[in-house]
Each structure stands twice: as structure tokens, then as C-alpha cells.
Nanobody, 113 residues
């Protein structure tokens, strides 16, 4: 089972940007990876996916603002987030697809003026 360490969150003003990172154990280059988020009182939602061949998909609410990428030499998946708004406030997680059993601690993103 893969394990995950997310980082890069923080407090940002509306319209700002952040880049999240997730370092993954295991045979990373073969994994399909995804970013998820859980907002206050909400369920965890998958927001972006990247395959082992670098194909990507996004939910509509982040399409055009967020970009998922990967660096197989560093066992790391990234989420570049631009034009952030308060609705993006959440704890962000990465995981494999299909899901690995153990989640990381996540990284908190707080968008506020």
C-alpha cells in the first residue's frame, strides 16, 4: 500500500495561488494519482486525476484554474492552484486510483481576505 505526505497548504487571499505537493511511497510511476479535498462539513471529493501516461481530468469547479502534474523521479504529484476563492478552502489530500487504504494527513488551504 502506498503512503502519502502532503504539503504546501496555507492561508492565501482570494485570487492568489498555491502549489501543493504530495510525496508517495511505492512504485509511483505506475500509479494513477488523484487529488481530493474536504471542505468544512463536507465529504471528501476527488478534484483532479493524472494517469501514469500524464492524461489529466478535473471536476468542473476547478477546471481551468488547477493543474495536476507529476514528477516520477521524485515520487511526487503536484497541484498548482490559481485564482483561488473562498470555496476552495479545504483540507487537500492525494491518493491512488483505486484508493489505497491509508490516507495522509492532508494539507490545509484557507482562502480568505
Amino acid at each position: 500500500q502506498a503512503q502519502f505526505v502532503e504539503s504546501g497548504g496555507g492561508l492565501v487571499q482570494p485570487g492568489g495561488s498555491l502549489r501543493l505537493s504530495c510525496t508517495v511511497s511505492g512504485n509511483f510511476s505506475t500509479y494513477v494519482m488523484a487529488w481530493f479535498r474536504r471542505g468544512p462539513g463536507n465529504q471528501r471529493v476527488r478534484i483532479a486525476v493524472i494517469t501514469d501516461s500524464d492524461s489529466t481530468k478535473y471536476i468542473d469547479t476547478v477546471k481551468g484554474r488547477f493543474a495536476i502534474s507529476r514528477d516520477n523521479s521524485k515520487n511526487t504529484v503536484y497541484l498548482q492552484m490559481n485564482s483561488l476563492n473562498p470555496d476552495d478552502t479545504a483540507v487537500y489530500y492525494c491518493n491512488t486510483q483505486p484508493l489505497s487504504a491509508t490516507w495522509g494527513q492532508g494539507t490545509q488551504v484557507f482562502v480568505s481576505s
